[in-house]
C-alpha cells in the first residue's frame, strides 16, 4: 500500500533531527504510536468483527469477509488519510506474524500419513500450477507481477500466499494494483470452486475418499475447502484439510525460491551495493513458520495454546487482509480489462485438473 506524506506539514519539520536517538525517544514513540493506531484499530476491529459475524457461519471464511469489507469501504465512503500508516503496517507486518502461526497448524505427521503417492500429487500441484499459470499469464499478456501472484495464490493458500508473494518480490508495493487484483481474483474463483466442486465430484462418481483429496488439492483457501469437505460428506472433510495443509507447507520453499530469484535479479541490475538492498535468502516470517510447524510437530502443545494461536491468526491475517482490501479500487481493476480474469478461471482449471490427475494416480 502506498503511502504519501501528509500535506501542509510546517516547513521546521524538514530541519528537525531524524537520527536513531530521536525515533527512540519517548516523544518519537509516541508520535509514531499516533500515526499507526487509527489504522491498526480500524483492520483489527473488521477483523475481530468478521470473525464474530461467520461464527455461526462456517462455511464462511472470515479472512474473505475482511477482504470484502475493505473493498466495500474503499469503493464507497473511501479510506480516511488517517487509517493509511496503520492499514501500512497491518498489510505488512501483521500478516508475516499471522503466517508465521499458521506454521501451528502443521504437524508433519499428518501430512507425512498421506503416503508418498498423495504427497508427490501435492508438489505436482502447487509446482505445475505456478508454472503453468506463468505461461498462460505469458501468453494472454498479463503483466508478470500479477501472473505471479494469481500463480502463487491459486497453487497454494489464496490470499495468504498472495500477500507473502507480493511481499517477498515486491517490498515497496511498486505493483500494488497487482496485489489487490490477485486477492478479488482468490475472492471470486475459490468461492466458486468450493461450490461447483463437490457437484463436480458427485458427476464424476467420485467416492468421498477422493473427492476430498481433490477439494483439498484444487481449492485456494483453506477455509474454503473445510466447506466443500462438508459439503461433500462422509470422511471428506479430514483428509481435504491434510492434503491443503500439505500444499501450504510449500509456501516455505516457494517463497524462498522467489527470495533467490529477486536477489539474482538485484544482482544483475548492479543493485547490491548496500547491506539493504538485497533481502534474505529465506525470509523471516518463513524460518519462522518452519519454527512453529517444528513446534507443534515435536512437542505436545495444549489444546488451549493451539486454539488461543489459532485465534490470534485468524485476527492477524484478517487485519492484513483488510488492509489489502481497502487498496482496492474498482477503477484500476477495470483498467486492466479481461486478461486477469481469463488466467484465473485458466489458473483454476489447471490446478483442479492436475490435483485431481494426482490423486487418482495416487489412490
Known amino acids: 500500500m502506498s503511502l504519501s506524506a501528509p500535506t501542509g506539514a510546517p516547513a521546521s519539520t524538514a530541519a528537525a533531527p531524524t537520527g536513531p536517538a530521536q525515533a527512540r525517544s519517548p516523544r518519537g514513540v509516541r508520535g509514531t504510536a499516533r500515526r499507526l493506531t487509527p489504522g491498526l484499530l480500524a483492520a483489527l476491529g ?7 459475524l461467520t461464527a455461526p457461519l462456517p462455511t464462511v471464511s472470515p479472512l474473505l469477509l475482511a477482504i470484502l469489507a475493505g473493498m466495500l469501504g474503499a469503493n464507497t465512503r473511501g479510506v480516511p488519510v488517517s487509517w493509511e500508516p496503520g492499514l501500512g ?3 505488512k507486518q501483521l500478516l508475516r506474524a499471522g503466517i508465521v502461526l499458521l506454521g501451528l497448524s502443521l504437524v508433519l505427521g499428518d501430512v507425512l500419513a498421506l503416503g508418498p503417492g498423495v504427497l508427490a500429487a501435492v508438489v505436482v500441484v ?3 500450477g505456478i508454472a503453468g499459470t506463468l505461461v498462460l499469464g505469458r501468453w494472454l499478456r498479463v503483466p508478470r507481477q500479477l501472473r505471479l501472484l494469481i500463480s502463487c495464490g491459486f497453487s497454494i ?3 495468504a500466499a498472495v ?9 515497496e508495493d511498486e505493483h500494488e494494483d497487482a496485489t489487490v487484483t490477485a486477492l478479488a481474483l482468490v475472492v471470486l474463483c475459490g468461492s466458486a470452486t468450493m461450490l461447483l466442486l463437490p457437484l463436480a465430484a458427485r458427476g464424476l462418481g467420485l467416492g468421498t475418499e477422493v473427492a476430498g483429496m481433490w477439494a483439498g488439492g484444487a481449492i485456494h483457501e483453506v477455509a474454503q475447502v473445510v466447506a466443500a469437505g462438508g459439503l461433500i460428506g462422509g470422511g471428506a472433510l479430514a483428509l481435504a484439510v491434510v492434503v491443503k495443509l500439505a500444499r501450504v507447507l510449500m509456501l516455505a520453499p516457494v517463497m524462498a525460491g522467489l527470495s533467490w530469484q529477486r536477489r539474482r535479479e538485484l544482482r544483475a541490475r548492479g543493485e547490491q551495493g548496500s547491506a539493504g538492498s538485497l533481502p534474505p535468502l529465506v525470509p523471516g516470517f518463513v524460518l519462522g513458520f518452519l519454527t512453529m510447524m517444528l513446534l507443534a510437530s515435536l512437542l505436545p502443545l495444549p489444546g488451549t495454546v493451539l486454539e488461543a494461536a489459532g485465534l490470534l491468526r485468524t485476527t492477524l491475517l484478517g487485519a492484513a487482509m483488510f488492509a489489502l482490501g481497502c487498496g482496492v479500487r474498482w ?3 477495470r483498467r486492466l480489462g ?3 480474469l481469463v488466467l484465473a478461471v485458466l489458473a483454476t482449471l489447471l490446478v483442479s485438473a492436475l490435483a485431481l490427475g494426482g490423486i487418482l494416480l495416487a489412490v
Do not use: E, F, I
Not at 163 to 171: Q, S
Open 46 to 52: 473488521a477483523a475481530v468483527l468478521a470473525q464474530l
Open 89 to 91: 503496517v497491518a498489510s
Open 126 to 128: 502447487v509446482g505445475g
Open 157 to 159: 493458500c489464496g490470499a
Open 163 to 171: 500477500a507473502a508473494a507480493a511481499g517477498v518480490t515486491d517490498p
Open 331 to 333: 477503477r484500476a481493476l
Open 338 to 340: 479481461w486478461r486477469p
